[in-house]
């Protein structure tokens, strides 16, 4: 068949057609292909947890394909042009989007641009979905089992540790070191123990012992020192957050923190268990109620900042109390699984976790964990007898209580709508009374623990008068929210004495609690009694706040209608006396707060005595006897909880505590908990049910949500404690290896995730967290295996042809030099100079002047005079206040308390230099280490040697000696000594 021209082109269009419909059907689905396996995960772990749900960030939604094509910010077909490419399109190494997070890669830019280039199809119906990832196989979460110990020829390797780490040496292509010195050993081994020098004569003792076990025998006797936990605890503390004050805006101060440093000082001091040392500090009220340390170790749940203006100033149903108690949880949730489990928990806050398996909800299921806790004030008692009895008291008590309670009610029914009506016109009539004030309060006592101490005041007269009454007025307050009555004792008696100086009780309230009179006078009658000296004895204290008082507003002794004592003269067994508001003289200055308005006053008597006579009808004789017996066993059992030894306070974790404005205690009841999407507490959504992350795939992760507030933390406790616990065993073997080496097995240690690093000898690891979860879980025994190792006990040396290999010494070829910490230093130039003081525990020491203020406190360590010997203690028992840490100790790299400082920085700068010329602490030191060379040593030369024995603990060289007398000379011995705490050699340990 012949075809024209025409025919042919006709033909060869048809072809064309055909082929082209083709390829575009190969084009549509290696285009869908395209976004739904590589576009669309990329979307959703960079880029869903800002631009998806009901409020995407910007109106830009990953979910929406419509509002995704919107405003231009993808044109298909041309990536240049589409201004999502400028956003995630990195400028100097920062690009717009994802704010707040690591730019988009250039092959995860390229992925987009190139879909976008080929039309950017979405598939209809595909909805991009939150990336989540469920995949355990990631070496932390494998299952702990003991991995065989290499078999090795070489001496060098004595033992399991040393095998590990000769086989990567081997591996890798290094040697190991010699061992270094023994006073390089002794100094490397006390400092890592013990937090301070040795002196000169342990150091020659330990050199010239001739007993092969003469380091061993040095292990055991620093592992006993009490200055073990002192050294310690200082690395738990960063990691746990501790400081003495609340941190955030205002500061507050925290007075009753250093109880749990003492608990962490304690417990490594005693070796105890780490499972019990986690589990006090996660639910010891629980899981060992009537000890102290179970309420002790409590502290760690609230030694983070606090946020005081979020609490107490803000109620809790607003919407900045909801976000700071969301994130007083969030620093409860990150700095238990930060601490005991090494996992970034705290990412999920705000969505699904994206390296690691751990979803929103199991973040959220830990908050609701400690949704009834808060950070307060907390009570207990040392002796777990005393706290056995003390409990068994308030259960009678509340018996007691509540059987009065049933016969009041009784006797409320009896009385029925009339001595209802009374009685709720009494409470209104004395609600409405107004008060007039004054800037001067009044009397008020010295402030005491106990509440049965007995405290007086007492009113001298000008002369004897023929007194007819004398009346007491309450003091106003409103402190800790107490108001009217302020002060007033529970328990009382009122003497008088004329010229003869013989005393009469007037009056005799010492048998059973006055009722608080609020701003009502209290008046005592006498028949014209001869009066020269009057004295109110208090033998029941009010409350001020965990603690008790005695306050009055004004004595008035009336004499022919005439107040006498105006202007008297005041005498007290104590006073704060911090004018004007209290002090003694306020008592005799005719100013209380003083209720007006006469016809209320006539008012309120009328109805009492109705509602007397009403309650005098009423009550029968039975009701009458149960109601006297009641009060009779209530006052036996207050008089009895009364005489059990006071008890001790803590900050910590609390469901019960004195009321602060709008900061209130839950008592134990869980507060709700919803999972918020994008972590805003505006936007709620599920309920979260308590519960923890998921340690494998089908693991179960949710508690019972029917749990109380206690039977979950005990829960989460023992979790945390479970012998199959991968994570647990793993961390903290991983921090006591680091405070050894300088580097963890795991060089991030509270972030064992995919972000953290991979362990260098994983093998090595397990077997120490085996050993130690099967060993006893003591912490003395896994140091002494650490530094009995040859490992540890290498030379620092540089070896070049290792460092060539493993410059960062990461495979442990050598020993790490390190920089002493701040605390070290200071503590070590307090050893030296022979000022330190041992005395351990008890509130916190200042190195600054406190300036309180009504706002905030003021930490002035300018106004600091270091040579003040209250602050000559190790730097552990120092006050730690977070808003002005202590400039010299920061200059050094001390830790910030307001986050968790796993491992300390560890730098060298010029400033360093300066503070420890020229610091104030150091030029007092500087004159007191002289005035010990001085006592210790006669003339300059020896006085040189002394000072480098002390220092460095060795002998001085001969050019050494020379050329520091010389100093010495020209600048005299408390300058040499200042130079001298620069030297290098101090301030480093090889």
Known sequence: MLLTESGRNTTRLILWAAVGLAFAGAQTVAADEMFEKHVAPLLAQRCFSCHAGDSPEGGFSIEDSAAFFADGYIEPGDSAASHLIELITPVDGKAAMPKDADPLSAAEIATIASWIDAGARWPEGFVVEEALVDDFDWWSFQPLSRPPVPELNDPWAKDPIDRFVLEKLNQKGLTYSPPADRRTLIRRLTYDLTGLPPTPAEVADFVADPDPKAYEKLVDRLLESKHYGERWARHWLDVAKYADSNGYDKDKLRPNAWPYRDY??????????????????????VLFPGTADGTLGLGFIAAGPWDFIGHVEVSEAKLDGKVARNLDRDDMVSGAL?????????CARCHNHKFDPITQQQYYGLQAIFAAVDRADRKFDLDPQVAEKREQLNAQLEASDAILKTIDDQIATAGGKQLADLTTRLAKLNKSLKAVEFPEYGYHSAIVAAQDSNKWVEVELKGEVAASRIVLHACKDNYNNIGAGFGFPLRFKVEVAGDGGNWTTVSDATADDFANPGLMPVEILLDDQ???RVRVTATRLAERKDDFIFALAELQVFAAEQNVALGATVHSLDSIEAPPRWRRQNLTDDKWPQVGEPDTKRRITEATNQRDAILATVTTPDMAQRRDEAKRKIAETEAAIAALPPQ??????????????????????????????????????????????????????????????????????????????PLVWRSIVNRIWQ????????????????????????????????????????????????????????????????????????????????????????????????????????????????EKTAHSPHFQYHKFDPADK???????????????????????DCADSSQSTPRRNETLTSLQALSLMNNKFNLVMAEAFARRL????????????????????????????????AYANAYGLENLCRFLFNLSEFVFVD
């Open 870 to 892: 209250r602050s000559h203690r190790r730097s552990i028992y120092r006050f730690i206040a977070r808003s002005q840490p202590n400039p010299f100790l920061t200059t050094l």
């Open 739 to 850: 405070y050894h080496f300088g580097q963890g097995i795991v060089a991030t240690p509270n972030d064992f995730g995919r972000m953290g690093a991979e362990p260098t000898h994983p093998e090595l690891l397990d077997w120490l967290a085996v050993e130690f979860r099967d060993g006893g879980q003591s912490m003395k025994s896994l140091h002494r295996m650490i530094v009995n190792s040859n490992v540890y006990i290498q030379s620092s040396a540089e070896n070049a042809a290792n460092a060539a290999i493993d410059g960062s010494n990461q495979f442990l070829w050598r020993s790490n030099r390190r920089r002493l910490s701040a605390e070290e230093v200071r503590d070590s130039i307090l050893s030296v100079s022979g000022t330190l003081d041992p005395t351990m525990g008890g509130p916190g020491y200042y190195l600054f002047e406190l």
């Open 338 to 346: 930060n601490t005991f489990c090494s996992v970034t928990v705290q």
């Open 264 to 285: 962490v000082i304690r417990s490594f001091n005693e070796d105890k268990p780490y499972a019990r040392f986690v589990q006090e500090q996660i639910a010891g009220d």
């Open 934 to 965: 001085q006592n210790e040593r006669d003339g300059l030369p020896e006085q040189v040697d002394r000072a480098i024995q002390l220092l460095v603990q060795r002998p001085a060289t001969a050019e050494e000696r020379d050329d520091l007398i």
């Open 530 to 532: 001869l009066v020269r």
């Open 648 to 725: 001790q306070t803590v900050y910590a974790a609390a469901t019960n505590f004195t009321r602060q404005g709008n900061f209130k205690p839950t008592g134990g009841k869980p507060r709700e908990v919803f999972v918020l999407h994008r972590g805003e507490v505006s936007l709620p959504g599920d309920p979260a049910i308590p519960g923890v992350i998921p340690l494998s795939g089908d693991a179960q992760w949710q508690f019972d949500a029917t749990l109380n507030e206690s039977e979950r933390r005990a829960q989460l406790a023992q979790w945390l404690t479970d012998r199959e616990h």
